[in-house]
């Protein structure tokens, strides 16, 4: 059935309907989430297989290039992927003036703890003390 005949007539004259906004914020649920996967299997790996290093090692394993890129992307996807799915539950089950409220601050605690975590890598990966 095509979508003009579910729709009823004043919401055709008046031309509401899908915002066309949801399938991309959909996608990049479904993109972070897939990314997350091996990212996820590879800092368990990694945490299980330094479990009993000290910090020297640790740190020097930080230093190493893919390691740091990978810590990176991780961070990245899961910060974007917690922002977006919080997004969702906020619109769907906050109402009034605190809908708006909620969404800033957890759009502003999200990119806080986001970037203070890609700091404290980089201060690691490129940092001298050891």
């Given at each position: 059935?095509?979508?003009e005949q579910t ?32 990212l996820t299997l ?76 890609i700091f404290a ?10």
């Amino acid at each position: 059935m095509p979508q003009e005949q579910t729709r009823s007539a004043l919401a055709r004259a008046a031309g509401l309907g899908s915002a066309k906004e949801g399938v991309a914020h959909w996608w990049y649920e479904r993109i972070t989430a897939v990314a997350l996967v091996p990212l996820t299997l590879w800092f368990i790996a990694s945490l299980i297989a330094h479990s009993g290093s000290d910090y020297a090692v640790f740190v020097a394993w930080m230093k190493t290039p893919v390691v740091t890129l990978l810590m990176l992307l991780l961070l990245i996807a899961l910060f974007y992927h917690t922002a977006l799915g919080l997004q969702v539950v906020i619109e769907d089950y906050v109402h009034g003036g605190a809908k708006t409220l909620s969404l800033v601050i957890s759009t502003f605690a999200h990119t806080l703890i986001a970037a203070a975590s890609i700091f404290a890598v980089l201060k690691v990966a490129f940092g001298t003390a050891t």
